[in-house]
């Protein structure tokens, strides 16, 4: 499946409630793994240094630089909206991340920065330095379109050649056993993995054409490595959360202990759901 990042059908309520969007700094999980908002809701938003340092592997599964878009080893990474957001998703984090993904609100009493290591590529992301204090979230935030997704329809890997190496899918597999306290069929997810580097051997520039590889994937063998993923998540939510066909609403309400507000963007609208 394809990461949805149709953001004009939200444009409107994004404008329309300018205030509001302008009052927090927001983290969003551009993978989709709901493992992390779980523990980002714990222990706050912590750089790589400090989760590792915590042993809290089920969060942290990129190996992000500090100017990434990402948490690096130092910063942690915000973005904002500003009346002088284009909604480009080029040349912005606020269009590409927070209004296609499930994102922390977080609160403006913090220190931010512009730049991580150098300086990021995105006009409107900012830094703070190591952490972000779990009482600084202020809430949950994400668009309509992934309320009800089931979750084995969500993506859980971003477009990152360097998220489909063996070496990453072996740690992500360590980072959901150790969440779930479950074994995890490696070999499906394996085979999978090894289909896709057979189709980017093909590929001048993996780096570039990760996407379409996935793409591809799907049409020759029925399904990609993201489909495979997901499933195993989606299973692995079932048996947590003791329900059937977990949606993305239904593993926030379980997570949600601290009860944060929960806000939806809709297409004519903002609203509080939970």
Excluded at 149 to 166: A, E, F, G, K, V
């Amino acid at each position: 499946m394809d990461k949805i990042r149709d953001i004009n059908q939200y444009k409107e309520t994004i404008t329309s409630n300018a205030d509001f969007f302008k009052q927090y700094y927001y983290h969003s999980l551009i993978d989709l793994n709901l493992t992390k908002l779980d523990l980002i809701l714990q222990y706050g938003l912590l750089c790589k240094r400090l989760l590792e340092s915590h042993n809290h592997i089920s969060l942290y599964t990129h190996p992000a630089n500090d100017y990434d878009s990402k948490n690096g080893s130092q910063f942690v990474s915000l973005t904002q909206y500003t009346d002088d957001c284009a909604f480009s998703t080029m040349f912005e984090s606020f269009p590409l991340h927070t209004m296609t993904s499930v994102s922390v609100l977080v609160d403006k009493d913090i220190r931010v920065f512009n730049e991580g290591v150098r300086q990021t590529f995105f006009d409107d992301e900012v830094f703070a330095e190591c952490a972000v204090s779990q009482s600084k979230l202020k809430g949950i935030l994400l668009p309509s379109h992934l309320t009800t997704q089931p979750i084995n329809q969500m993506n859980c890997l971003p477009n990152d050649l360097s998220c489909y190496t063996r070496r990453y899918i072996e740690h992500w597999i360590d980072c959901m056993e150790n969440y779930f306290e479950r074994k995890i069929p490696r070999r499906l997810i394996e085979e999978s993995r090894e289909q896709l580097w057979a189709i980017l051997e093909d590929y001048e520039s993996p780096e570039k054409w990760i996407q379409s590889a996935v793409q591809y994937q799907r049409k020759i063998h029925g399904k990609d490595i993201k489909d495979v993923m997901a499933q195993v998540l989606y299973e692995l939510w079932q048996q947590k959360l003791g329900i059937q066909n977990p949606t993305c609403i239904d593993v926030i309400r379980s997570i949600n202990k601290q009860e944060l507000p929960v806000f939806e963007i809709q297409p004519t609208c903002l609203k509080k759901i939970m």
